[in-house]
């Protein structure tokens, strides 16, 4: 049984960074896609990256491109999202979630479809 554990979260100054970390246990294909969603108070939850490991094509949300960087540790089955240049309106809940269909990175919004298992979320707070 697949699982994804968030970690990483925290508070963090406007234009400041943090990084995120999702580790991956029990997945049995070598090629498959991970993502990173978002969701704030009171909001819809929002995709912000994916990479296909069939490719290592990452995608991007565009309120976060240039800002944020999606990467893959092999050997520690784990993915990071690198978060620079952080705004206020970066604050939510973060997720990370394991599908086995392939995403077009190109393709916006970032959709969850074809995610079947969901981290139990990490808080990112952008603030002063």
């Known amino acids: 049984q697949v699982q994804v554990v968030e970690s990483g979260g925290g508070l963090a100054q406007p234009g400041g960074s943090l990084t995120l970390s999702c580790a991956v246990s029990?997945?049995?294909?070598?090629?498959?896609?991970i993502g990173w969603f978002r969701q704030a108070p009171g909001k819809a939850r929002e995709g912000v990256s994916l990479?296909?490991?069939?490719?290592?094509?990452?995608g991007y949300a565009d309120s976060v491109k240039g800002r944020f960087t999606i990467s893959r540790d092999k050997a520690k089955n784990t993915v990071y999202l690198i978060m620079n240049s952080l705004k206020p309106e970066d604050t939510a809940v973060y997720y990370c979630?394991?599908?086995?269909?392939?995403?077009?990175?190109?393709?916006?919004?970032?959709?969850?479809?074809?995610?079947?298992?969901w981290g139990q979320g990490t808080q990112v707070t952008v603030s002063a």
């Open positions: 979630a394991y599908g086995e269909a392939y995403h077009l990175p190109s393709i916006q919004p970032i959709g969850d479809w074809g995610f079947t298992t």
């Open positions: 029990g997945a049995t294909l070598e090629y498959y896609t």
């Open positions: 990479i296909n490991f069939s490719d290592m094509n990452p």
